[in-house]
């Protein structure tokens, strides 16, 4: 096996596989071992206060933002974020981390609807309910990583602290305002959402670390991801 992809398993597969399994084990626990346990156990009354509160404006709001976390979207969003990162950085790195953080959580969410079987909360339910379990919201989760991946993407070429700040609030509070929609349109329970941030976050940061942490080698082959003369920079470190 090449070196390659002995490092793509160690780095990428295997933290993804052992996300899975927490993703798989957090389910159980949510709907199996901890129901009548507290917090769960307002979970409804969550769902059924917001159902409460429902008004013409704030559907208004709530569509926009479960629309920017729509699949459709997700997916556009995605391909022209990579487009636009390859043709003003004239490299591979940035592209293939947002483009993986991505797809790996949108397997990660597959697979786990698959094996945790979950109702929508019992409330009226705003949007069409899609042929998956309700555990996790794969709005927030894909969110999740599409926005906060932008955020690490934009604050890692920003040159001043404020523009940090800025760009890690403007887009952080896109995967919120999509977790707090989808319970609000009765679409997913408060747990359903929470551990939608666990998946998405997490793929942020295993492909951070396996993508843009330039101290880390791939081989011999280097996977050819930036240009020669490119600075060598630790993810989490500012590009200048």
Known sequence: MSDVAVQIARRVLLP???LF???VGLGLLVTRVLTHTWPFTVE???NREFAGDRSSGWNDVSLVFSTLASTQMIVVVTVLAALVLRLVLHRWREPIFLCAAVSAQALIFLFTTMVIDRNRPAVEHMDASPPTSSFPSGHTSAATALYVGLAVLLALRARSTPAKVT??????LVPVGVAVTRMYRGMHHPSDVVASFVNGGTCVAI???AVLDRTLTWG???LSLSRPGDDVTPAGAPAN
């Open 16 to 18: 993804v596989a052992l």
């Open 220 to 222: 011999r082959a280097n």
């Open 21 to 23: 399994a927490v993703m």
């Open 44 to 46: 409804d009354a969550v």
């Open 167 to 172: 760009w890690w609030t403007l887009l952080v």
């Open 207 to 209: 492909m951070a670390r």
